[in-house]
């Protein structure tokens, strides 16, 4: 089934995300047409290679184009008109930068795979279950029941003035109507029943003046209820989600809700505030003793003024955090003179405000507090906000080609060895507004908007400890800029952490960790069983301390072994083939009265990026011997993938007959039938002459025993051999001496 199929299949809750990954970059129509060709092209591999970016796009307008000749057969209008402007909209935005859509397209299928890896994940962890909570939907809930209330509660206030003006006005046309009568008639009886009824509608409006302020006052409470718990509350709360979805949790929906709600308030306060400017024209024509509006309307207009500035203030929100394109699973880590992009969304959606409001980026200035360094950016630093921005029609901005720039009096000879990613910085977005005829605010009313801590890099190198940084402080912390955090990190709790580092692998290649693997992770971490909910980690022995034996840390183990996976055993580690993370006491247990010839993966302890695998056996005697092979490294793995590597392993057995001791995966599925889609080609004798001819001895693999098993030395007997027609080949297409270098390099390996 392909993948996007796969995704129709979703709950609502997980389309929901789905929906959120498509726009103009990218639309979704294109993906659903072109499904299948789209997860067949390696979009990854033309990330940093224009040429082949360009043949992909080519082929993607190719696509559409047979797609488009098909629908105008079948004259389907609607979906003509659809086809033709998608192709001018990819044309024009990908046409001169073609390396750009295989940077979207890839994060797309990336994005995808995780979504469903988290669907099929049966466990929530403690973080995502306090952000799905039931208690926080019904919040949510009540708010927009709350903003709506408040909307027609203006609405009606609105029509308490026009019927005070409309009675102000009979007032107005009566009253001048008896002073332009002549002097003797003032003295009539009808002149005095005039004024009886003069009388009794000024009291009317007395009475309905009072009653107007009365319900702006109750609107304007009920706004600054709404405004200081229930919204800013909201707001809080999807800022926090913001900060989880960057270290790959579930993505953060909520803030069209949020922007509806920012909108319906603004448009609440700004019809009272219009009420009370009418109010104020009442009193021109109309005043008298006790007047409650130049008593009343002072006070509220000031506090619809404030609320007004408030709001506008909480408004501007940094919708996408600033990260680097070539980087999409790594945001919040920038590496200076490379690109980066950041966007920037004013959740009051008014529109007067198009295209007046225009955004400048600019460094943090409290980041010089913690650091001597300094950076400037280069690039379109200012831009306007418009609707036309985001698809949805949200009043945003975007900056594309931001590159920040370290200022070469501070750059010294700083190298990678000195690098600290403690040092974290942030940017600063202050708007300017051209101020439209209505709108009471001025250009300094907008508050800045701040980007989260970012680290910044000078070497791709850098980048694991700059990373682990980025997940420390924002699982830590919910304050946008506390950047004097790493004086003295907090430590932070067990179940949070591995519920973080199962988001990496999902984010990052596709699928989490299930709670096993977890359970081996946390005994890495902390040397013994545990209770989660007890346990506190420490930032040190998460990212600065060496594991018990070993020159490397916790963190840069974990790193290495998530790049093995990404590039070189992806889909096998996306179809589950992968067990990971179980300790070699732990296999053991497992493989325990299991069928002779079933195996499992396992990543390396001991190495750097290594992957193994294990076996099980019976000896003559019954005993249940177990064999697990040197771990294999990026270098082995980048000459031969590993499904080809399991398929083809091969041992001798009795009489130098060799045969493959690989039967099932753990726990009992038939290796062809786990592997059998990943096998690159099907083993013949050219290959094995192109294998002698480049003489890559390196990949005749040695079986590994215990010493516990085999308490003497191993023998020559003991190498990994190979078969009696591979070792035909190579005596055919190599000389005595190579020959004889290889042998002894291969039995050096072995002692």
């Known amino acids: 089934m392909s993948q996007w199929n796969q995704v129709q299949q979703l709950e609502t809750k997980f389309l929901e995300q789905i929906d959120q990954l498509y726009d103009d970059k990218f639309p979704m129509e294109v993906r659903h047409l072109l499904a299948q060709w789209i997860e067949n092209q390696d979009w990854e591999s033309a990330y940093n290679n224009e040429p082949m970016a360009a043949i992909l796009l080519q082929n993607l307008f190719i696509k559409l184009d047979e797609h488009l000749d098909r629908v105008s057969q079948e004259k389907n209008l609607l979906l003509i008109h659809n086809l033709k402007r998608i192709r001018k909209l990819l044309?024009?935005?990908?046409?001169?930068?073609?390396?750009?859509?295989?940077?979207?397209?890839?994060?797309?299928?990336?994005?995808?795979?995780?979504?469903?890896?988290?669907?099929?994940?049966?466990?929530?962890?403690?973080?995502?279950?306090?952000?799905?909570?039931?208690?926080?939907?019904?919040?949510?809930?009540?708010?927009?029941?709350?903003?709506?209330?408040?909307?027609?509660?203006?609405?009606?206030?609105?029509?308490?003035?026009?019927?005070?003006?409309?009675?102000?006005?009979?007032?107005?046309?009566?009253?001048?109507?008896?002073?332009?009568?002549?002097?003797?008639?003032?003295?009539?009886?009808?002149?005095?029943?005039?004024?009886?009824?003069?009388?009794?509608?000024?009291?009317?409006i007395d009475f309905r003046r009072k009653e107007v302020l009365r319900k702006m006052a109750r609107v304007i409470e009920e706004m600054e209820d709404l405004m200081n718990n229930s919204l800013m509350e909201e707001l809080m709360d999807w800022k926090r989600r913001q900060q989880i979805a960057c270290l790959g949790g579930p993505l953060h929906g909520g803030l069209d809700q949020l922007q509806n709600c920012f909108t319906l308030l603004a448009e609440s306060l700004f019809q009272i505030r219009r009420q009370l400017e009418k109010l104020d024209e009442f009193l021109v024509k109309?005043?008298?003793?006790?007047?409650?509006?130049?008593?009343?309307?002072?006070?509220?207009?000031?506090?619809?003024?404030?609320?007004?500035?408030?709001?506008?203030?909480?408004?501007?929100v940094v919708e996408k955090q600033p990260c680097m394109p070539t980087h999409p699973q790594r945001p919040l880590v920038l590496k200076t003179l490379i690109q980066f992009t950041v966007k920037l969304r004013l959740l009051i959606k008014l529109p007067e405000l198009n295209s007046q409001i225009k955004v400048k980026a600019a460094v943090d200035k409290n980041a010089s507090t913690i650091s001597s360094r300094r950076f400037l950016l280069c690039?379109?630093?200012?831009?306007?906000?418009?609707?036309?921005?985001?698809a949805n029609g949200s009043l945003s901005v975007e900056f594309r080609h931001l590159q920040p720039k370290e200022m070469k009096s501070c750059m010294g000879n700083k190298g990678i060895e000195d690098f600290t990613p403690e040092f974290v910085y942030g940017w600063a977005f202050p708007p300017t507004l051209g101020t439209p005829a209505h709108l009471f605010f001025s250009m300094s009313s907008l508050h800045q908007a701040s980007s989260l801590p970012v680290v910044m890099i000078s070497n791709v190198s850098q980048?694991?400890?700059?990373?682990?940084?980025?997940?420390?402080?924002?699982?830590?912390?919910?304050?946008?800029?506390?950047?004097?955090?790493?004086?003295?990190?907090?430590?932070?709790?067990?179940?949070?952490?591995?519920?973080?580092?199962?988001?990496?692998?999902?984010?990052?290649?596709?699928?989490?960790?299930?709670?096993?693997?977890?359970?081996?992770?946390?005994?890495?971490?902390?040397?013994?069983?545990?209770?989660y909910s007890d346990y506190q980690v420490s930032w040190s022995k998460f990212c600065k301390e060496h594991l018990p034996g070993k020159s490397f840390t916790f963190w840069v183990w974990l790193e290495a072994i998530l790049e093995l996976i990404k590039k070189h055993t992806l889909p096998l580690w996306i179809d589950g083939c992968i067990m990971g993370f179980v300790s070699k006491e732990k296999?053991?247990?497992?493989?325990?009265?299991?069928?002779?010839?079933?195996?499992?993966?396992?990543?390396?302890?001991?190495?750097?990026?290594?992957?193994?695998?294990?076996?099980v056996y019976r000896s003559e005697s019954g005993e249940e011997i177990?064999?697990?092979?040197?771990?294999?490294?990026?270098?082995?793995?980048?000459?031969?993938?590993?499904?080809?590597?399991?398929?083809?392993?091969?041992?001798?057995?009795?009489?130098?007959?060799?045969?493959?001791?690989?039967?099932?995966?753990?726990?009992?599925?038939?290796?062809?039938?786990?592997?059998?889609?990943?096998?690159?080609?099907?083993?013949?004798?050219?290959?094995?002459?192109?294998?002698?001819?480049?003489?890559?001895?390196?990949?005749?693999?040695?079986v590994s025993r215990s010493l516990s098993d085999y308490p003497d030395p191993p023998s020559p007997s003991d190498l990994l051999p190979m078969s009696p027609s591979v070792y035909a080949v190579l005596r055919e297409h190599l000389s005595p001496t190579v020959m004889e270098t290889a042998g002894n390099a291969m039995m050096v390996c072995q002692e």
């Open 91 to 204: 044309q024009g935005k990908y046409q001169s930068n073609p390396m750009h859509v295989a940077v979207v397209v890839s994060n797309c299928l990336r994005e995808e795979r995780r979504i469903l890896a988290t669907a099929n994940m049966p466990l929530q962890g403690p973080l995502e279950k306090s952000l799905q909570s039931s208690l926080v939907s019904e919040r949510q809930r009540n708010t927009e029941h709350k903003v709506s209330a408040i909307k027609n509660s203006a609405q009606m206030t609105e029509q308490d003035v026009k019927y005070l003006e409309d009675l102000q006005e009979e007032f107005d046309f009566r009253y001048k109507t008896m002073q332009s009568m002549e002097q003797n008639d003032k003295n009539n009886i009808a002149m005095k029943q005039e004024m009886l009824i003069l009388q009794e509608m000024l009291n009317t």
């Open 587 to 615: 296999q053991r247990v497992l493989l325990k009265d299991k069928t002779p010839g079933t195996f499992l993966l396992r990543f390396s302890e001991s190495n750097l990026g290594g992957i193994t695998f294990t076996w």
């Open 286 to 316: 109309l005043t008298y003793e006790g007047d409650s509006i130049p008593l009343q309307r002072p006070h509220l207009l000031e506090r619809v003024t404030f609320l007004l500035y408030s709001l506008f203030q909480s408004s501007l």
């Open 379 to 390: 690039g379109t630093h200012v831009k306007a906000m418009a609707m036309d921005e985001s």
């Open 463 to 531: 980048l694991p400890n700059a990373w682990a940084s980025i997940i420390w402080y924002n699982l830590s912390t919910n304050e946008p800029q506390s950047l004097a955090f790493f004086n003295n990190p907090p430590s932070v709790s067990l179940s949070q952490l591995l519920e973080v580092l199962s988001w990496q692998f999902s984010s990052y290649v596709g699928r989490g960790l299930n709670a096993d693997q977890l359970s081996m992770l946390a005994e890495k971490l902390t040397g013994q069983q545990v209770i």
């Open 626 to 702: 177990y064999h697990s092979v040197e771990p294999y490294n990026k270098g082995r793995l980048t000459a031969l993938p590993f499904a080809d590597i399991l398929r083809d392993y091969k041992v001798i057995v009795a009489d130098s007959v060799s045969e493959n001791p690989l039967k099932y995966l753990y726990p009992d599925i038939p290796k062809d039938k786990a592997f059998g889609k990943h096998y690159s080609s099907q083993p013949n004798e050219d290959n094995l002459v192109q294998l002698a001819k480049n003489v890559i001895f390196p990949h005749f693999v040695h």
